[in-house]
């Protein structure tokens, strides 16, 4: 099944019958189908949670929006002198608590809506997990896989021209996100610092570690997520041995998340990509598919069952980490749901209308304003390194990390318990008395 912009499923069959351009002109939805846009997705559980907190409407309107959202051109010129142009986004969404803080994705199914779902999502996670910054995101419309290194850079650096005057280490701190890394961060930092006339590291974190990048920033997503599984493990007392774990996506975090996972003992049995699931119920050898994955380009070649690429989810296991992109669990798969647990992973990967579902079957989702916030925490960690000129080694950053992911767990875990709230309702309730506190100090 493809996704189309109006919301319908077309069949391979449809597809084969229709002309190339239709073809072309149906975005690819990115995780699978969803009902309502990411905005919508995003706007549906804040209010609804907001509610349940009798969190003051004024107080709501003020916090719900954007600050301010800016799209732009890219023109960047090809390899083969012809010029390409694109549209890039940045998405200010709140920064009542600190500057903004986000990542820049590269993908071809960005849209307008997309970024500020993910800024939103930004301000959130900052203050879940108690960091000092507010939450913004940025994208560009493109398929980096379909340029040069050379066309890549140039388009890094016309994304930081754009930026420029609206970003800076007390102003928005932009980061890696899908499809980007540290060496897109270390051309913006440098087409940055040459506009600035200075050297700027703290506007930008996830830089590589010869420039001022953190150690630890690399695997810090999935190194949080583990430090949230070991919470839920203790929490509600899961033997990490006899725990089965089931990972879909197999990209940073993904794969990171599946290496310390097995380190710790867990019993990753499935891993999968867009190319399919490779699954042993007696566990994977996750080094094995690491240097699969590195040399062949999927996980598949890597020994195991070789499975259907959306099989992943749902396999018969206790902990199942979408480690993708938005709505991969959607209203067509979340019945066939088997996992106990969910550790969202992804930004956004269930949809409102399934984990009414997942809810409903008993499945506790771990959202990803809270499982995912280890990547955005060792940003602030790189950050205050920046500015320190004093960096730390990676036992450090780990520890520091663990800490923070820990206690924001158990603060979740208390607004469970205290108002019978769901695991995302708790995070969100947190993080907006968090963030509504500061917006009301800024009130005449
Ligand atoms: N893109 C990551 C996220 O969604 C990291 C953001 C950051 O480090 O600022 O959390």
């Not at 005057?165 to 060496?183: F, H, L, M, R, S």
């Not at 994977?284 to 099989?311: P, Q």
């Not at 991969?328 to 990967?349: C, F, R, W």
Request: charged fraction near 25%.
């Amino acid at each position: 099944m493809i996704y189309s912009k109006l919301q319908v499923l077309i069949s391979i069959d449809e597809l084969a019958t229709m002309k190339v351009e239709e073809v072309i002109k149906i975005p690819k939805r990115k995780g699978g189908p969803m009902s309502l846009n990411p905005w919508q997705e995003a706007v549906t559980n804040l209010e609804a949670v907001a509610k349940q907190i009798g969190l003051d409407e004024n107080l709501l309107k003020i916090i719900e929006k954007p600050d301010r959202v800016l799209e732009f051109k890219l023109v960047v010129k090809k390899d083969d002198g012809s010029y390409t142009v694109f549209t890039g986004f940045r998405s200010q969404h709140n920064n009542a608590r600190g500057p903004y803080k986000g990542g820049i994705r590269f993908h071809p199914g960005v849209t307008k809506e997309e970024v500020m779902a993910l800024s939103l999502w930004m301000t959130l996670k900052c203050a879940v997990v108690g960091i000092p910054y507010g939450g913004g995101k940025g994208g560009v419309i493109v398929d980096p896989h379909k340029l040069s290194p050379a066309e890549l850079e140039r388009l890094s650096r016309a994304y930081a021209r754009a930026v420029a005057p609206i970003i800076g280490p007390d102003k928005d701190v932009p980061a890696p996100d899908v499809n980007t890394n540290a060496q897109i961060m270390a051309w913006m930092v440098d087409e940055y610092s040459h506009l600035k006339g200075e050297l700027s590291l703290a506007t930008f974190t996830g830089k590589p570690i010869e420039m001022g990048g953190s150690q630890g920033r690399t695997e810090a997503t999935g190194r949080g997520g583990v430090d949230v599984l070991n919470s839920l493990a203790k929490y509600y007392k899961l033997s990490p041995k006899e725990t089965t774990v089931a990972i879909q996506g197999f990209g940073n975090v993904g794969s990171w998340f599946a290496t310390f996972a097995a380190q710790e003992g867990y019993k990753v049995v499935a891993v999968s990509d867009s190319r399919g699931t490779i699954y042993n119920p007696q566990g994977l050898d996750i080094e094995e598919v690491v240097k699969t994955k590195k040399e062949k380009g999927s996980v598949t070649g890597a020994s195991g069952e070789k499975l259907g690429r959306d099989d992943v989810l749902s396999l018969d296991v206790d902990v199942l980490v979408p480690a993708a992109l938005e709505g991969a669990i959607n209203e067509t798969n979340a019945e066939g749901i088997k996992a106990k647990y969910v550790i969202e992973m992804a930004n956004g990967p269930t949809t409102v209308e399934a984990e009414k579902i997942l809810l409903k079957k008993g499945v506790k989702v771990i959202p990803d304003v809270l499982a995912n916030a280890g990547g955005v925490t060792v940003s602030y960690f790189e950050w205050v390194q920046n500015r320190q000129g004093y960096y730390w080694p990676k036992a450090e950053v780990f520890a520091k990390l663990e800490k923070i992911m820990a206690q924001a767990f158990d603060e979740m875990m208390a607004k469970v318990e205290e108002k019978g709230l769901t695991h995302r309702q708790a995070a969100y309730a947190n993080a907006l008395t968090k963030i509504a506190a500061a917006v009301k100090q800024r009130l005449s």
